[in-house]
């Protein structure tokens, strides 16, 4: 679609929002290696950068990191940010350049289950399907009631 | 089945020191019982199907007997250069165990569900396709394997599959099951959707037909000379099974039917639409939507013999 925008003239921006587990596939590095020499700079990737993956941590599993540094050597613009904070997000989106000929990656930290005691840092909720009162609780705790 | 696979690929893994299991991101714990006892004979290779294709070949070639597992909708269409190329021109030992080949992740949608495992692997040379229908007959599969001298996918269930054999299975790779006997037309399935075809035949007795249930676990290389008896007893034979008619157990019997000249019995196959799902159900509801679910069948079958 990127591409596509590049070709029709169309001025709209591609949002992929992905994770960090992601990034293991082959694929995704197939993208990163073609989108700079398609000065696709319409494109940004933001990564959901959370550390974990199905069965561990994402360092333990395959070598991602330092992830923003990967994307600079591939020739992408790229920016860490809180993945938390929606203030600095905005920053950096208004930030991106729009006639740029480079492609962006956000690399977003975030934090597995944020703000629910229970949840957070607990990789088992990758599977796990909440109950109808983990539900209650977790929106109680993230005051969504 | 995923429990019972895992528990025997650590026995086995006890007496052949060959073994090693390659993982895609998957089988949280599952596998803790065979890491714990060979910590340097489990790989966790990430999601990355391709490159662990790939690593698995390497390690057939230098000797090992490595067992990849992970999703079926994962370690086959994500990599299906490797499996062609690095696995099957080369005719290695690699054993592909698919979790969930058929409608198990019906429920996670179709991205991880797969109907279409069983087409996609028939037309590759040396590969050979088995689907045990319960965890006794993972286990055989799992030890047959090692006798076997080329590539092997492995298609199972995830959990609470009902039991077929009460015993040891009678199991031979490439030779078919004769499940229970009868007259008036004989049902062929392969996997996990043999437990509702023998409820299927149930009902159909319970409506005066008799119907013989043969089970395919080996699709692939297949067992002719089965094949050659029932279609020389019944007239009318149906192909059951939790795949996508195209180039599926169906399609491989007609394609049998054509090539052989079979012309004296009709063949009636039954399977998953040519359509993706596209809302989550449970692999229940997925098997009623496509009408593989025993009563289903057996209205089906009922009539195609117009009874």
Redesign the interface.
Known sequence: MALAAKISGNKYRSFVLMSD??C???TVWEAVLLAPVQKLGNLIFIVDNNGW????RCDD??HLNPLADKFKTFGWNSFEVDGHNFEELLNIFHSIPVDSEKPTAIIAHTVKGKGVSFMEGD?NW??RIPTADDVTRAKAELGLE | MRDSCSRELTCIARSDPRIIIL?G????HMFDGFKAEFPDRFY?C???E??MISVAAGLALSGYRPFVYTFAAFDLT?CYEQVRIDVCFQNLPVVIIGLGGGLTYAPLGPTHYICEDISILRCLPNMTIVCPADQAEVMASLRSSLDHHGPMYIRINKKNEPCIYTGEPDFSLGRAQLIQDGNDVCIITTGVLLSEVIRAARILEERNISACVVHFHTIKPVDEIMLREVFSRFSVVVSVEEHTLPGGLGGMIAEWMIDNRIKSSDLIRIGTGDYFLTHCLSQKEARDHFGISADLIAGKIADGLNK
């Open positions: 587990g992601e293991n596939e082959g993956q199905a069965t561990g599993i395959m990789n990758h599977y | 993982s991101d998957i089988g949280n966790n990430g999601v990355a391709a490159n994500r």
